[in-house]
């Protein structure tokens, strides 16, 4: 089993920027990919960014591309993402993931194979 924490929320208005951390704990070793997860009031939970944990690659939904970046510290077991210029559509919970799979494109369309708990972030007009 993978254990991921979520941390980094809150409250932000339009424009601002807002990091959140992913501490996976656990078997680790299993996983390849890590990523987020978003899903806003109403709305299906949707991908946001991946990473490969081997070799840095990254993919990323169009919605957030140029705002958004998710970047990893492997001694470190966490993944970040970055959130800048915000905006109150990105306002959602979001979830951290990981995946067995390799390819990101695998961890976007079928979904991972852990969640994390989820952390709230709101944005403001």
């Known amino acids: 089993q993978v254990q991921l924490v979520e941390s980094g929320g809150g409250w932000v208005q339009a424009g601002g920027s807002l990091r959140l951390s992913c501490a996976a704990s656990?078997?680790?070793?299993?996983?390849?990919?890590m990523g987020w997860f978003r899903q806003a009031p109403g709305k299906e939970r949707e991908f946001v960014a991946a990473?490969?944990?081997?070799?840095?690659?990254?993919s990323c939904a169009d919605s957030v591309k140029g705002r958004f970046t998710i970047s990893r510290t492997n001694a470190e077991n966490t993944v970040y993402l970055q959130m800048n210029s915000l905006k109150p559509e990105d306002t959602a919970v979001y979830y951290c993931?990981?995946?067995?799979?390799?390819?990101?494109?695998?961890?976007?369309?079928?979904?991972?194979?852990?969640w994390g708990q989820g952390t709230q972030v709101t944005v403001s007009k």
């Open positions: 990473i490969s944990w081997t070799s840095g690659s990254t």
């Open positions: 993931a990981a995946g067995l799979t390799q390819s990101l494109w695998t961890l976007r369309i079928a979904g991972p194979d852990y």
């Open positions: 656990g078997r680790t070793s299993s996983t390849n990919t």
